[in-house]
């Protein structure tokens, strides 16, 4: 492939272990991918173990106790495993309301860690023009109360929530 063709796949409604694994087959390729999820918000999408791999997988890691000191936590952490397919997410919330999380690695190890991070909440018209942008901040904290993560070694189906709306995932 020359580097001037541009290839671009999407996939619509990743939903599978299957469907995942390929979507990081082609990313790792060096195509350009727009692919899109269920899930309510990219707390679920992490919580869920069949298509976490999108946003590099969750596993649980143990930590050296100087380690474990250092950061201020417990020995054993939730961490991301790998690259995430997409380097950003897109949460369509309404019609005319998308949250971006332009840079999806950092994200998800910053909520992994115990940190608020931000979304860029953008709001359309009905032309299509951005009318509004703020930043909306995120976090596990809500999402544990109601089926979050759990403890580690937590039968994987316990952790995962149902899928009920689409999130787009570029």
């Given at each position: 492939?020359?580097?001037?063709?541009?290839?671009v796949?999407?996939?619509?409604?990743?939903?599978?272990?299957l469907?995942?694994?390929a979507a990081?087959?082609?990313a790792?390729?060096?195509?350009?991918?727009?692919?899109t999820?269920?899930?309510?918000a990219?707390?679920?999408l992490?919580q869920n173990?069949?298509?976490?791999?999108?946003?590099?997988?969750?596993?649980s890691?143990t930590?050296?106790?100087?380690?474990?000191?250092?950061?201020g936590?417990?020995?054993?952490?939730?961490?991301?495993r790998?690259?995430?397919?997409?380097?950003?997410?897109?949460?369509i919330?309404?019609?005319?309301?998308v949250a971006?999380?332009?840079?999806?690695?950092?994200?998800?190890?910053?909520l992994?860690?115990?940190?608020?991070?931000?979304a860029?909440?953008?709001?359309?018209d009905a032309?299509?023009?951005v009318?509004?942008?703020e930043?909306v901040?995120?976090?596990?904290?809500?999402?544990?109360?109601?089926g979050g993560?759990?403890?580690p070694?937590?039968?994987?189906?316990?952790?995962?929530?149902?899928?009920?709306?689409?999130?787009r995932?570029?």
């Amino acid at each position: 492939m020359c580097s001037s063709d541009l290839e671009v796949i999407v996939i619509d409604e990743i939903g599978t272990a299957l469907e995942a694994l390929a979507a990081r087959t082609i990313a790792e390729r060096g195509v350009q991918l727009i692919g899109t999820a269920h899930g309510n918000a990219l707390p679920n999408l992490m919580q869920n173990p069949t298509l976490s791999d999108l946003i590099g997988g969750i596993e649980s890691v143990t930590l050296s106790d100087e380690e474990a000191r250092r950061r201020g936590t417990q020995k054993t952490v939730l961490e991301r495993r790998a690259p995430p397919t997409f380097g950003a997410l897109v949460e369509i919330q309404s019609f005319d309301r998308v949250a971006v999380h332009e840079d999806i690695a950092s994200t998800v190890d910053a909520l992994l860690r115990g940190f608020e991070t931000e979304a860029e909440v953008r709001t359309v018209d009905a032309t299509g023009q951005v009318t509004g942008v703020e930043r909306v901040p995120v976090a596990l904290e809500d999402h544990h109360d109601h089926g979050g993560f759990g403890t580690p070694g937590e039968h994987e189906r316990e952790r995962a929530p149902r899928a009920e709306r689409a999130e787009r995932v570029r």
